[in-house]
């Protein structure tokens, strides 16, 4: 073999072995050449797009340069690439919260930082594709609004309408409408000629966000300002000035407002008979987060919010009512014609709320069925005309009521049961772990902790009652008829005058497993004679088991009363069917040692 022949087979070897380069047109922006998948139920595209269409995609625009970036475009929906979808066709702009989840790694789909492998035998540094996060939009369209909109333009962000009312007919299910700053004096009605929602696709109207957008009254007018009629709606954040208007200020009304929502809104100022209601048949409706103050009118009841008969399913959860001329919160039967006559409310939850300074009660039971009345804060009701002051009263023929972990001070009364009545006393009512202290004695209050005032079968399970100048519990004073089968277990009364205040109108009392303590004075009525605490049980038969001892709580004047280690309290309760932790339950509303 020459040596000509030798370089020649060398140099043929030396170029087969030689790295290839990837063509200068792909670069980092390179491009799938896959086509688009067509979007999926929720709107949401993979692979790559040059279009701007209703849902998120996960590929790259033509152009998008180098990596990919996630953020909303301006168009119908968001994009994770680096270009802005034009998209205005379709009138609005995905907005709220999105998911930053990542994606699975797209066939052919763009890397956002190039990663570089391992060189071997002197080949270029390759790229290779990494998971990209998608946006997945709250909303499948979103509706803007402006007072410098227009409703002939197409609700676009650049493009807002000028109206709710225009906004409401507009919007359908999964789709939502941004309210930006400022006053919409307006009255809306979500009746036929708005859609419903659905369950996995509901309608929300709400405030941009960092936005206060006010939907005003002011105009002397009494119709309500925004009336819900349709299902699967949410409102959120918004500020409902009624301005003095002797107007409801939200209302869900009829058997097709159901699964609706108000939220984080701000709802005052009325002077109607209620602030929201929900009436004639409307059912799982969610009053959360909202505070709901100052409606007041001096010759009849406003109410922060109304449950009304034969609605049920009802909500009320985190909310601040307040100052408001009659109840926090009312639910009423048909008792006077006050609503139609039919089947009572049914299946009320009201918990986590602060209510306070009303006119008249903090909540008002009436003839209502399956209510709970849950951890609630509840102060400063007093007497008046109209009303004990009553932190919570449960009255007329309300039915299977549970009244528990509630924390109730400078009441008039802190919990009353029975009194005025049509047809049945309150029947099958619980009050289950709630501290009562301090209740007020001023100007006409009674400054009573409990009292059953004419009710059946009465549970009063684990109670801590403090410092209430009118007595502990009072039981056997009804006003239309006898108290009876009333328990009285596991419960704290310290430092009231008297512990325990019991008239002749009672039968089927059963007190046991109590613990009692007063520093000085009398302690135990019985028909209004004054007794101590071995002529009580006496007398009575009652409180065998109970104990007369201190509950050394931990700070009783900054309201802990949690007991102390000397405590007559720890784990000389009776198990009545609860959770505990130490070898029997602590008497009282708070267990201790617990993980």
Known sequence: MNRRFLFLLLAF????????????????????????????????TTGASSGSGAGATTGTSPGAGTGATASPGS??????????????????????????APSTPTAGGPSSTPATSPSTSGSSPTTTPTTTPTTTPEFSRAYHVKPSGSDSNDGSEQSPL?????????????EGILVHAGTYAERLDLTSNVHDGEAARPITLRAAPGEKAVLKGGTGSDRTLLLVTRA?????????????????????????????????CKVHGGTAGAGLTISDFASNVLIENNEIHHFTNPYRDSHGVLAETTSSHVVIRGNDIHHNSADAVQCIGPEGGATRAGTPFDDLLVENNALHEDGENGVDVKTCTHVTLRNNRVW????????????????????????????????????SVGG?????PPTDITLLRNRVWSSSNKNGDEGVALRINTARQVRILQNTLYGNPGGGLMVGYGDSGNSEQVTFENNIVSESSPLLHVGPARSGLVFEHNLYFRSAGAAYALNGVNRDFAAWK?????????????????????????PGPASGARDAGMDLGLAYCGRAPEIGALEVGCP
């Open 13 to 44: 070897a030396a170029a087969c072995n030689a790295p290839s380069e990837r063509s200068s047109s792909e670069g980092a922006g390179w491009v799938s050449s896959s086509p688009a998948r067509a979007p999926d139920s929720s709107g949401a």
């Open 162 to 174: 000028r109206t709710l009312a225009r906004a409401i007919q507009l919007v359908r299910p999964g």
């Open 420 to 424: 005025v009545r049509v047809g049945e």
């Open 538 to 562: 006496v007398a009575t038969g009652l409180d065998g088991s109970s104990l007369e001892r201190s509950p050394d709580f931990a700070d009783a004047a900054n309201a802990d009363f949690t």
């Open 75 to 100: 168009g119908a929906g968001a994009t994770t690439d680096g270009a802005s979808p034009s998209g205005t066709a379709q009138g609005g702009q995905a907005a709220g919260s999105t998911s930053s």
């Open 232 to 264: 699967y709606w949410n409102f959120e954040n918004l500020d409902i000035d009624m301005a003095g208007d002797p107007a409801i200020a939200v209302m869900f009304q009829n058997a097709t407002a159901h699964h609706d929502a108000l939220r984080g």
């Open 380 to 415: 400063s009701h007093h007497a008046s005309d109209s009303s004990a002051g009553e932190g919570i009263v449960v009255h007329l023929s309300a039915r299977t009521v549970r009244v528990e972990g509630n924390r109730l001070w400078d009441n008039g009364r802190g919990i």
